[in-house]
């Protein structure tokens, strides 16, 4: 164990807001313990971090596998300080949370309440405690509000800009949250990247972005994580980090000159009967489909077609497997087409609000072929 690391500190999320703010003030300050934000509901870790660490957020990627990102405080205020300098942001200006604390989207709520010298707007009964100026939400809040929240409508609307991320946010929720007046920022990143750091599909300053020849996504920037801690305070050797750059597990392409454009997840593309198919993709074609609200793709195995695709759905109307298998084959193809549905009252979701694929593959599906 070496010499010149300490414990983290371990705040529950649960804590008042007040007190996780000046367990953040502490963190940020050269002389004061890293922390980590963890749900009661979890067992607390016991981590330690070399003394440059400010914040430790634990993460998990599509294999479920926890992993513990290690931040310092030049990261988390350089990333806070691009984002106000984006949205022209001035001191004493408001942020909402409404995300969760464990995540890091919720931590740089409140690093950037921090930079603002102000207390961020809370949810109380549904409705913020005071008026704010900055939002950042999920994809999910964002359907709520166009579809069954009007408080949280108004709220959207009277913010000056309103930050989405944490999850694919689909064309059409984008084009509908715009035509009602939300003034939509939608942002890319991770909590190896000090939350979003792309955003309308431009690289914040400082930040840059290349694509691998295997299509994947790097990044790089002084927003970047120090790398994973181990329970002893090491920093794990990553293939992801390397020569100041973070391989992500995500898809992309350059378009325009220097905008990003977000594929999806390597493992949104399976394989199946000799094919690759972007889950993504499918999900897109069923969205249109009259009477679906919200549809999800997972892989499951196969012994004749090595992955098959399993679809859930939300609708509002009664679909049946063939229905769908004809509309996703006159769109894209028959090896495409969903070969189980699973019909759903809401998409599972994990995390910040990440659709939750795993999730599907498991269930018990209503129809099959």
């Keep these: 164990m070496s010499p010149n690391n300490r414990p983290v500190s371990v705040i529950s999320s649960q804590a008042s807001l007040a007190e996780i703010m000046d367990a953040l003030i502490h963190a940020l300050d ?192 002084p927003m970047l994580a120090t790398g994973y801690l181990d329970q002893d305070g090491r920093v794990q050797t990553s293939p992801a980090f390397h020569d100041g750059w973070f391989t992500t597990s995500d898809l992309g392409e350059i378009m325009n000159g220097n905008q990003l454009h977000v594929l999806g997840r390597t493992d949104d593309v399976i394989i199946t009967g000799g094919e690759n198919v972007s889950l993504d993709e499918v999900e897109k074609i069923i969205r249109t489909y009259p009477g679906i609200l919200d549809a999800l793709c997972a892989g499951t195995p196969d012994e004749e077609w090595g992955e098959r695709i399993i679809v859930g759905v939300v609708a509002d109307s009664p679909i049946t497997l063939d229905e769908i298998r004809e509309f996703v084959g006159r769109k894209i193809d028959r090896f495409a087409a969903p070969r189980a549905i699973v019909r759903l009252d809401q998409i599972p979701l994990r995390g910040i609000g990440k659709p939750d694929r795993g999730a599907l593959s498991m269930m018990q599906s209503d129809e099959e072929i």
């Excluded at 400010?54 to 990261?75: E, I, P």
């Excluded at 350089?78 to 409404?98: D, I, M």
């Excluded at 709520?109 to 109380?124: E, F, G, K």
């Excluded at 709520?144 to 800009?161: F, G, I, K, V, Y």
């Design 30 to 221: 050269p002389s004061g313990p890293a922390i980590t934000i963890c749900s009661p509901a979890l067992p607390a870790p016991t981590l330690r971090a070399p003394k440059e660490i400010s914040l430790v957020v634990a993460t998990s990627g599509s294999t479920g596998d926890s992993k513990y990102v290690a931040l310092t405080r030049d990261a988390l205020w350089l990333s806070a300080n691009a984002t106000h300098q984006y949205l022209q942001a001035q001191p004493g200006e408001r942020w909402a949370l409404r995300l969760p604390l464990t995540h890091i989207a919720g931590i740089m709520v409140l690093a950037r309440s921090l930079c603002l010298d102000s207390i961020p707007a809370v949810p109380i009964m549904g409705r913020l405690d005071r008026k704010a100026d900055f939002e950042a939400i999920v994809p999910t809040q964002l359907h709520r509000a166009l579809t069954a929240d009007e408080e949280l409508l108004r709220e959207l609307q009277n913010a000056r800009a309103v930050l989405v991320g944490g999850a694919k946010l689909s064309d059409d929720l984008l084009t509908r949250a715009r035509a009602s007046g939300i003034n939509v920022v939608t942002t890319y990143g991770m909590s190896e990247t000090s939350g979003g750091c792309v955003y309308n599909n431009e690289p914040l300053a400082g930040v840059e972005f290349r694509i691998t020849d295997k299509s994947l996504i790097e990044l790089k920037g």
